[in-house]
Each structure stands twice: as C-alpha cells, then as structure tokens.
C-alpha cells in the first residue's frame, strides 16, 4: 500500500472522533471519545496515458471509476 495522498482527486488522512458504545452511567463511566485517523485506501498502480505507462499513487475510489469510464 501507498502512502500518502490519491494523485488524482488529492484525498488524504482525514481526522474524527471513536466514542464507546455505552453512553449512560455515572461520570466515572461516561463514553471515552479517543482521536483517530481516516486513512484513503492507496495503491500504487500504472496507468496508460496517450501511448506511456505512468506509475501513481491512486485511491481505490478513483480505480474503480477509471475501470468504468474505459
């Protein structure tokens, strides 16, 4: 897997919140919310581009689109 950002739509490492699941309860056991990391899903693949292979990092989203516009 590649890291970083999608070449092609530029998508990179979103950032949100994880809360537990239980909610209700005293303030000793109120719902942990932890920091945590939207990755794109990034692989290196070789497109074809007027007659030359050119290598990108491309996310899974654009791929498929790609495949379905050729």
Known sequence: MA???CDV???TTQFGR??????GGRWER???????TFRPNVHKHRIFIGGSSLRVNI?????KTLV???
């Open 3 to 5: 890291s970083g950002a």
């Open 9 to 11: 739509c530029g998508k």
């Open 18 to 23: 994880h809360i537990r699941h239980t909610h």
């Open 30 to 36: 109120k719902a942990t919310k932890k920091s945590r």
């Open 59 to 63: 996310c899974t989203r654009c791929l």
């Open 68 to 70: 379905k516009s050729a």
